[in-house]
């Protein structure tokens, strides 16, 4: 995948994390996303390598606190279009 909008990544998210695109925001956090509990958080780096060629970082992980943490990691990574 090249770039990707905004409104597609949150809606690459909720597919991430299994949650219906209307309930995620860049300002959801991260404890109102149920699936992202270690199980997700394993699945989202491996999505985000998988699609995007993005590693994640051991301080990456431990500061994602909500959903703008991720879309930020896609846009310092190129991915993101704005």
Do not use: C, Y
């Amino acid at each position: 995948m090249s770039l990707i909008s905004t409104q597609g990544a949150l809606a690459w998210i909720a597919n991430v994390f299994e949650e219906s695109p209307e309930n995620i925001t860049a300002d959801t956090p991260r404890d109102e996303i149920e699936a992202w509990d270690s199980l997700g958080m394993l699945t989202l780096m491996s999505m985000l390598d998988e699609e995007f060629g993005i590693f994640l970082t051991e301080d990456h992980v431990q500061n994602m606190r909500s959903v703008k943490d991720i879309l930020e990691v896609l846009r310092s990574n190129g991915k993101l279009q704005d």
